[in-house]
């Protein structure tokens, strides 16, 4: 079955009140987390634990936007998947906690994008994200861009079993824009058997030998969009982070 939200988000009455609104949210991984521990920061090109934690967007960087931080690793990526169709796996490894190309460091939190939620008109169209923030060995953050966009391509539908039971999925390309990052791809994801409401957008950008993903969805179940002055700040703080690592 999907990751119920309230696995992967922080704790808090804030997170659970959100996270009983999507129940698909982070629909890509594996039932349960299983963050891994970080690596040592000695590798040529990763930015350190303290320069990326320091990193992640907050909610005094871009206006409409609440930013509540991960409690722990366990609740922003899930154990490993095996999708049936070997052109999909990529997609499977962006939220697991045991990829192709192991991050080094990451963080992440819940991001929540409340521009479109103060009209009547669209009155509970909050957007919200899961993130995660990473930071790889010199030249896996491309790699892992490259394996993505390929299999963005390549994979139309593929399914995983988890705790016994096999879910299927169905994989199509979305628009990203440009210009964000040094790379960047994104796809909509979606549980078969929920139909649109169990569809959910996958944003992935690198900024040098770091990445920044994004799982969207809204609050009212209708398609997702990731405000482009999100990811911006972010990518601009990795930016940052890099130069000074």
């Known amino acids: 079955m999907p990751i119920r939200a309230h696995h992967r988000l922080p704790a808090g009455s804030r997170a659970a009140a959100a996270a009983a609104l999507l129940p698909v949210l982070a629909l890509a991984a594996g039932c349960g987390g299983g963050g891994g ?10 930015v350190s634990t303290a320069k990326l934690t320091s990193a992640l967007l907050t ?32 997609i499977v ?29 669209t009155k509970g ?15 896996d953050a491309a790699r892992v861009l490259h394996d993505l966009a390929a299999a963005v391509t390549a994979c139309h539908s593929y399914s995983v079993v988890r705790g016994g039971v096999t879910s299927h999925f169905t994989v199509r390309p979305a628009a ?6 040094d790379e960047r791809v994104a796809y909509v994801i979606g549980d078969s058997a929920k139909g649109t409401g169990g569809q959910v957008l996958v944003t992935v950008i690198r900024v040098g030998d770091t990445t920044a993903a994004y799982e969207t969805v809204r609050a009212d179940h209708q398609p997702a969009q990731l405000r482009s002055s999100i990811p911006v ?11 000074h690592s």
């Open 37 to 46: 521990k970080d690596g040592p920061t000695v590798a040529k090109g990763e």
């Open 59 to 90: 909610s005094q960087d871009v206006p409409h936007v609440q930013v509540l931080p991960a409690g722990s690793k366990q609740q922003l990526l899930g154990d490993a998947q095996k999708a049936d169709t070997a052109a999909c796996q990529p």
């Open 93 to 121: 490894d962006q939220w697991s906690s045991q990829p192709r190309y192991r991050r080094q460091v990451y963080t992440g939190a819940m991001v929540t994008d409340t521009t479109d939620a103060t009209s009547t008109a």
């Open 125 to 139: 169209a909050k957007a919200i994200s899961l993130t995660v923030i990473a930071s790889y060995k010199k030249g």
């Open 176 to 181: 990203a824009d440009a210009g964000l990052g």
């Open 233 to 243: 700040e972010q990518v601009a703080k990795l930016r940052k982070a890099a130069k």
